[in-house]
RNA sequence: GGGCAGUUAGCUCAGCUGGUUCAGAGCAUCUGCCUUACAAGCAGAGGGUCGGGGGUUCAAAUCCCUCACUGCCCACCA
């Protein structure tokens, strides 16, 4: 009646076809009802981004709650979007341009923007596709763009909001300025490298002829704009000079000698120059003593008229030169090798320029200060909780944080300046007038910068229910109740990485604008890394294309292996083939899903074959026919129940897809169905083997559940397969299994773990012995009448397992002739030999294995001779070593019987 | 300079509130099996003084101190 299953599981075709189901029966689209909520917002991954392996795991930690929860019966939803990503997308566009011989400036804002829309509409926005491959149960009715129309609004209505409270404002200071970009970056943006460059000393004369006062510098291209020679107050040596000036070298200016604590008396000759506009440090020396701030350094890092003949040479050229120069002078002291740590763009490499500049600024510290409290308070948590030390120090030490950026795609700035220099921030031209208090034909200027993309990113919790900026209990009905509805949203999960850029942020705008928090968990993900422990990168060449491994091992088995690799708060190793970009390892998870896949291939074709159509159903009481295995196994499953459950609250993802495999493999594989096999060939009596199938499949069917979060494919498609459903149900939504506590019985527990004693012994003995399994020998076991008399009942299963040609179970029997012997738990084991036995191999496990026997025993009781311990201990952990000891011994006599008694 | 992780079998890692599965798993290695669900498999075996040292405790892989090494984050003295 039912298909036959191929040998092996094909997931390619069933990935693609179940996704498809799923959207078609509408699975992943949510609406506030009257279930439970549950949300999770998707970190909008970039417009121009390709799906790499850091995603697929923080893609699927997600799904794995979106659907687990969904599984418990919330109404879920995950909110997908797209980022703009202001400097990758505009650099794309930029490189097309370049390959027509054209630059942004040759087509102007206007069209430019335009073309970068076309861009987006055409490559952008691969990834969201690549992500539906891997299965993402997301709402993607619900996609935001960060430039949407509705998020775009909010981004104006923010920056509003923000400028008129006075806590974004205007200012000249000095930023991490990227040349290539030729734009501004903020503090987040900048990574800092350690660099091997030269410290050189120079001499500089001072203006009234006495003397020569020697420095050092780094930067000996910046002198032209020095303005100043700091030394500290403290430092005798220079204490006379104090209030006199030196001649600037190459431009011949005269420049003060100025006492200030930031210069270090103990580094270098104890003198630093003093240039404010390219150094932070000098910068803030240059405010405090009120000294000029010249530029020397233009926007594209090359020197300007400032420099005279070095007019025109790029930063690292005009330093050679000016070096140079300076030789030929005599003006050079010495060069030092000198390693020191330089700034460089995040994104595109080249060494930041501090550079100063007019930009705009967000006033952090009263935004931070909610925001740390929500976060210390518990309202929000941290996993690994670690993390939450990070978060407080970067928040309590908060700076501004610069948000103009001089590109052209992204949210425009709404500032407006008039002809006599004021300016405000407005949603259009004409209310900038009014707020000014200007007539209507007063012409303004558009401040041309736009914000920085994480401007936008940082109201993702609102723009994502339809927010546009308004007063929250302004909200349209529908954005409302969704806000509502699903914020707080229940879990972030994203990389440490970005806790500054995007987290601190969401949970400081979503505070004051949202007026609560964002999310009340933030699962951190783990850093991929190769097995050399590098960081995956596609120049690295280690990074494979996870859609390609997909194609070969599928889509299940990739999250399921991440998952299994990837503990919380600890980085992954995944070993990676760099020639044929493999990833091995993923081969856990398609040998698991193979087993499923078998296993599920098994109880059909068992029931194709021995459970006639038509066979009526048991109709008695199940506790007749269930056997010490049957209990087992439910007992196994309610246990595996509870502890998947408890792994996945506690965010221990590793745990969870361990439990399932080992439930899976080790107890439902290995032993159950081993069991099912005897059961079923010693009971000629369909309705019997029916109800057997039945509970049989009844447990894979849980177990198939539990599985669904990691493995949503396969989990469907064999539950659609064994289970006849039709394709707009999903084995997602049936719901966990519940009220199984009363199968949990550790009884039947201890009694099977004794038959997997005895069984696994036979099969040592006949390993150590070189019996093939083909050869069948006699089994003789003796045990206390307890024990002996669930021996005996389980006779069939041992006959089987063990191979026995017969099988003679009984109390205090005599070691049979020819036999070897082995002693578990206190039972004994005997197989007969006859002549294939290796005495003398014999003996000496026998004795080894007695001698690690009386090794213990002479431990335990060593311990239980202590009074501290007898005293000290919990009653039960002494009641538990004295019964130890008890067990023990009683075997170790055994042993040392049958060691005697072995010819 | 400050902070946070980590160090357990050849490799990758579990081991959570100290003791009842306490020294584990997977991979790799070795042995035997095409046993009619699965060789992407089955059955076995070997392999570790839990980074070093000290302390607390009746009891430490587990808690504390200290040192060493590895990785990451923050800061940026020219």
Redesign the pocket.
Known sequence: MSELLP????PTEAEQAWYQAWLDAGHFHAQPSSKAPYSILMPPPNVTGILHFGHVLNHTIQDIYIRWNRLKGAETCWFPGLDHAGIATQTKVEQQLKAEGLTRYDVGREAFIERTWAWKEKYGGIILEQLRRLGDAADWERTLFTMDASASSAVQEVFIRLFDEGLIYRGKRIINWSPVAQSALS??E???REVREH?YTLRYHLADGSGTLL?????PETIFADVAV?VNPSDERYAHMIGKHVTVPLCGRDVPIIADD????????????ITPAH???DFEVGQRHGLPMPSCIEADATLNAMAGEFAGLDRFAARKAVVKKLEAMELVEKIDD?T??V?FSERGGEAVEPFLSDQWFVRMQPLAEPALKAVADGQIRFYPE??V??YE??MT?V?DWCISRQLWWGHRIPVYYAADGRLTAARSADEARAKLGLPADAVLTQDSDVLDTWFSSWLWPMTTMGWAGEPVAAMPPASKALFDYYVPTNLLVTG??II?FWVARMIMATLKFGERIPFRDVYFTS?IRD?K?R?LSKSLGNSPDPLDVMDKYGAD?VRFTMTY?S?L?????L?VDEATQDVPSM??G??F???LW??A??LQ??RDELVPEGTPAYDGDPAVLLSTADRWIRSRFASTVTSATQ?LD?Y?I??YA?ILY?FV??DY???Y??VV?VQLANRDDATYRRWLLDQAFEVFEGALTLLHPVMPFISDDLWHRIYGADTSQTVGMRGLPNGLDHHVDPVVEQRFDLLQSV??SI??Q???M?I???ERLPIVISAESALAAFIEEQRDVLVSFGRASELTVGTALAKPDGSVADVVRGVEVFLVVAGKVDFEKERQRLTKELERLRGQIVGIEK?LG?A??VS???PE?V??????LADWTATAEKLARNLESLQ
């Open positions: 040998k092996t599981y094909q503090d987040e900048v990574i800092f410290l420095l050092s510098t780094v930067r700091a930031y210069a270090d008396p103990t580094f270098g000759t104890g003198c630093v120059k150094d932070p440090n000198y020191h740590n700034g670690h993390w030390k990070t120090h970067w030490n700076r440490p990485d500054f850093i097995g422990g960081k088995a690799l503990p708060g600890m980085d992954v190793r070993d081969e856990i398609r040998n899903a193979n087993k078998n296993a291939r098994f074709m068992k792994a506690a221990r590793t745990e361990k080992d493999w080790r594989c290995d032993w169905v081993e096999k069984v696994e099969r040592r006949r390993n150590e070189m093939p399994p083909s311990k202590n501290g311990f000290g201990a919990k952990v009641e538990g070593e004295r019964r130890k």
